[in-house]
C-alpha cells in the first residue's frame, strides 16, 4: 500500500520498512523531502523490530497538496494515518525540517505519542530570520522562498528537468557543488548508491510540482503555533554539533527547555546522523526503550 484516503478527500503517500509487525514509528523527512528513505528495506529497523511507517507531507511525493496548511495541521493526518493502519500507540522522528513536524505532533497528540525524536532537527526563527550561525547557502534559500520565491523555483526546476533528462550529470554536479557542506556531510555524497537515493529523494519530492520547495522553507520561518518547551512527552534531540544547516547552537538552547528530554551531541559530526548506521540504530534503539517505559508508567 502506498496511498492512505484521509477523509476530506486528500492522499497521503506512504512507505513501510523493517519488521511489518513489530513497533511502529512514523518518519517525516526533510525540506524538502520525501517517504523514500532506502533503495531497499532497512535491516535496522527490521532486527530491532520496528515498523518504520514514513510519509510524504502534503504536496510532496505521492500526498496532494494542502492549501495554506500550518505546521500542527500535520498531526491530524498523523492521527488519521495511524487509525488507518489499526494504530494506536507510536513513536515519530523529524529529521532537520521534519523535526518541526515532528515537534508539533509531540505537542498535538500526547496520549497517542509514546516518544519522540528530533533528528538534525529545524528550531523556530526569531522574527522570520535563520540564524546567524547557518549556512549562507541554506539562509538563501530561507530569503528566496520568501521575497523571490520564482527565482528558487526556477532552480529546482532546472534540477528536476537535469535528474529527468541527465541524471548522470546531475550526479557528477552534486558531487562536486557541495564544497560548501562540512566535510563529515560531504561523505555522504560520494558513492553512485548514495548520489542515486539523494536523486530518487529529490526527484520524488518534486514529483506533482517544485512548489511545495519553496512553501515549506517559507512555513518554517513563520511561527509554529506552540511552544517546544510545551511539548510533556519523552522527547530524544540527536544533534552533530558541527551541523550548519540546521546550527547546533539553537537546538542545544532550544532542548534545554523541553521537560523530559534525552540529548545526544555528537562530536565531529554534521548534519546527516541518519546515515550513519551505528547513530541510525541508537536513534531508534532509545525511542523504542523510551515509549517501552512509557508503555508502563
Request: include cysteine; charge should be neutral.
Amino acid at each position: 500500500m502506498n496511498i492512505i484516503h484521509l477523509q476530506d478527500g486528500r492522499r497521503l503517500g506512504v512507505i513501510e520498512y523493517g519488521d511489518r509487525e513489530g513497533y511502529p514509528v512514523f518518519f517525516f523527512h526533510g525540506t524538502p523531502g520525501s517517504r523514500i528513505m532506502f533503495l531497499e528495506d532497512d535491516p535496522l529497523s527490521k532486527e530491532l523490530g520496528i515498523r518504520l511507517i514514513s510519509l510524504d507531507r502534503p504536496g510532496f511525493g505521492l500526498s496532494d497538496p494542502k492549501p495554506d496548511r500550518t505546521i500542527l495541521d500535520w498531526a491530524k493526518d498523523v492521527q488519521e494515518a495511524a487509525d488507518h493502519l489499526g494504530i494506536s500507540h507510536f513513536s515519530v522522528i523529524g529529521v532537520s525540517g521534519g523535526g518541526a513536524f515532528a515537534a508539533g505532533c509531540a505537542y498535538q497528540l500526547p496520549d497517542r505519542i509514546l516518544s519522540a525524536a528530533l533528528v538534525s532537527s529545524a528550531t523556530p526563527f526569531q522574527d522570520g530570520k535563520p540564524p546567524k550561525s547557518m549556512l549562507k547557502e541554506n539562509k538563501l534559500a530561507f530569503f528566496l522562498s520568501k521575497r523571490f520565491p520564482w527565482l528558487l523555483k526556477a532552480s529546482y526546476r532546472a534540477q528536476k528537468k537535469l535528474i529527468e533528462k541527465k541524471p548522470e550529470k546531475f550526479k557528477k554536479l552534486t558531487k562536486k557543488g557541495n564544497k560548501h557542506l562540512h566535510p563529515w556531510d560531504r561523505q555522504f555524497l560520494q558513492t553512485d548508491e548514495q548520489l542515486e537515493l539523494m536523486m530518487l529523494h529529490l526527484y520524488e519530492a518534486t514529483r506533482q510540482s517544485v512548489d511545495e520547495c519553496i512553501h515549506e522553507p517559507d512555513l518554517l520561518t513563520r511561527p509554529w503555533g506552540f511552544a517546544i518547551k510545551d511539548i510533556q512527552i519523552p522527547v530524544d534531540v540527536w544533534h552533530g554539533k558541527e551541523d550548519t544547516m540546521a546550527p547546533f547552537a539553537e537546538i542545544e538552547r532550544i532542548a534545554a527547555t523541553i521537560p523530559n528530554v534525552k540529548t545526544s551531541y555528537i562530536d565531529q559530526a554534521g548534519h546527516f546522523l541518519t546515515d550513519v548506521d551505528e547513530i541510525w540504530r541508537d536513534i531508534l534503539l532509545s525511542l523504542k526503550k523510551r515509549a517501552e517505559h512509557q508503555e508502563h508508567v
